[in-house]
């Protein structure tokens, strides 16, 4: 590897710019080379890179010679066509964003894929390393005395526009519970150390883009869902989600809970979304709970300024990729594996079987 870490980037939106904004505060690194299908998409982003070359096709991009990592930020229906793409003509360490595949059958195919790749594979969960929920994750075991109840509430605001209205249909999403809530289920995993083993779900399409048509179809994606995962060990996870509650003052809280007390983190939503009116974001905070003695406390966990500049995940983006490039020069491991990726989904796409069919799903 050259002593520059030349990144290519495939797709070229808005959460693909936030990954190039990313890179570049890392020391000894570069967007070398991008491509989108959409011209103007990916010369936005070869100038916000500081003049990346734009390839004309996966193809072309892949025959760069001197890239030395892929960051996949596509619609979710294209990552395992790519993915297949990279691996049969330049297998190159690859950051694929969430979710891995979008269809149930395509499972064994990622596993299969992945079995023997001689590079690293980090599945972008960016939740993961937001500062506030990394102390959240930290103390949650000390705090609680052993975690036997985990709530993840997410209010925030609907889906965005983006080019194809593609995250408009379940078809090319996977559906809430996988596109955004894969997220969330890794959370969890990572939370409660432990296997999901049954699932139950109650969700729909209340209020968001029920007025909108697409070529005559009217979109038919999620805005809003209870979750109930049960794991091996015995903990009870719940996620509640609604998106259409952007007036929330916080967008995630995740509380736990033991024999010895109560951790919650409350953060905020992206502070391009504050209305300037009410002062200054609010800012992430974390309480812990002891049940003996009783006393509460609260400490806020400020993220950099420059970091939240730089993105809407309170500065997760940079810290993902900055141990992504630490996996690259093989100077630490994976974090977020190919398996973490897809166990994500596969409780994603068991709490729509759920929810369409009122029956509790087991996981084997």
């Given at each position: 590897?050259s002593?520059?870490?030349?990144?290519?980037?495939?797709?070229?939106g808005?959460?693909a710019?936030?990954?190039?904004?990313?890179?570049a505060?890392?020391?000894?690194?570069?967007?070398a080379?991008v491509?989108?299908?959409?011209?103007?998409?990916a010369?936005?982003?070869a100038?916000?890179?500081?003049?990346?070359?734009?390839?004309?096709?996966?193809?072309?991009?892949?025959?760069?010679?001197?890239l030395?990592?892929?960051?996949?930020?596509?619609?979710?229906?294209c990552?395992?066509p790519?993915?297949?793409?990279i691996?049969?003509q330049r297998p190159l360490?690859?950051?694929?964003?969430?979710?891995?595949?979008?269809?149930?059958?395509?499972?064994a195919?990622?596993?299969?894929?992945?079995?023997d790749?001689p590079?690293?594979?980090?599945?972008a969960m960016?939740?993961?390393?937001?500062?506030?929920?990394?102390?959240?994750?930290?103390?949650?075991?000390?705090?609680t005395?052993g975690?036997?109840?985990?709530?993840?509430?997410?209010h925030?605001?609907?889906?965005?526009?983006?080019?194809?209205?593609?995250?408009?249909?379940?078809?090319r999403?996977?559906?809430?519970?996988v596109?955004?809530?894969?997220h969330?289920?890794?959370?969890?995993?990572?939370?409660?150390?432990?296997?999901?083993?049954?699932?139950?779900?109650?969700?729909?399409?209340a209020?968001?883009?029920l007025?909108?048509s697409?070529?005559?179809?009217?979109?038919d994606?999620?805005?809003?869902?209870f979750v109930?995962?049960?794991f091996a060990?015995?903990?009870?996870?719940?996620?509640?989600?609604?998106?259409?509650?952007?007036?929330?003052?916080?967008?995630?809280?995740i509380c736990?809970l033991?024999?010895?007390?109560?951790?919650?983190?409350q953060?905020p939503?992206p502070?391009?979304f504050?209305?300037?009116a009410?002062g200054?974001a609010?800012?992430?905070t974390?309480?812990?709970?002891?049940?003996?003695?009783?006393g509460?406390?609260?400490?806020?966990?400020?993220?950099?300024p420059?970091?939240?500049?730089?993105?809407d995940?309170n500065?997760?983006?940079?810290y993902?990729?900055?141990?992504?490039?630490?996996?690259?020069?093989a100077?630490a491991?994976v974090?977020?594996?190919?398996?973490?990726?897809?166990m994500?989904?596969?409780?994603?796409?068991?709490?729509q079987?759920?929810?369409?069919?009122?029956?509790?799903?087991?996981?084997?």
């Open positions: 590897m002593k520059v870490m030349n990144y290519g980037l495939i797709g070229c808005m959460m710019q936030e990954h190039v904004r990313n890179i505060l890392l020391p000894d690194a570069a967007v080379v491509y989108d299908p959409v011209d103007d998409l010369q936005a982003a100038r916000l890179a500081g003049g990346a070359r734009v390839a004309t096709s996966l193809d072309d991009l892949l025959g760069q010679a001197d030395d990592a892929l960051v996949i930020v596509s619609p979710n229906d990552h395992l790519q993915l297949r793409q691996v049969a360490p690859i950051l694929c964003e969430k979710p891995l595949f979008v269809d149930p059958a395509e499972a195919e990622v596993e299969e894929l992945f079995r790749y590079h690293p594979v980090w599945v960016e939740y993961r390393y937001m500062p506030p929920v990394s102390a959240f994750v930290a103390q949650a075991e000390a705090a005395g975690i036997k109840m985990l709530t993840i509430r997410e925030r605001f609907p889906f965005l526009p983006k080019i194809g209205d593609w995250n408009r249909f379940n078809a999403t996977g559906g809430t519970l596109e955004k809530c894969c969330f289920f890794d959370l969890m995993r990572l939370i409660v150390q432990s296997e999901p083993v049954r699932i139950m779900a109650s969700g729909g399409q209020a968001n883009h007025d909108e697409y070529d005559g179809q009217t979109p994606i999620w805005d809003n869902a109930i995962v049960d060990n015995g903990t009870r996870a719940m996620l509640e989600l609604c998106m259409f509650a952007e007036g929330a003052r916080f967008q995630e809280e736990a033991g024999p010895q007390g109560k951790i919650e983190v953060v939503g502070g391009r504050w209305p300037s009410l200054a609010p800012i992430p974390l309480t812990v709970s002891p049940r003996d003695p009783k509460p406390y609260t400490v806020e966990i400020p993220v950099d420059l970091l939240l500049e730089a993105g995940h500065g997760a983006t940079f993902q990729h900055q141990r992504f490039a630490a996996a690259v020069r100077e491991g974090e977020v594996t190919v398996k973490d990726g897809a994500a989904v596969r409780m994603g796409m068991a709490a079987q759920s929810a369409l069919t009122g029956q509790a799903v087991t996981l084997i």
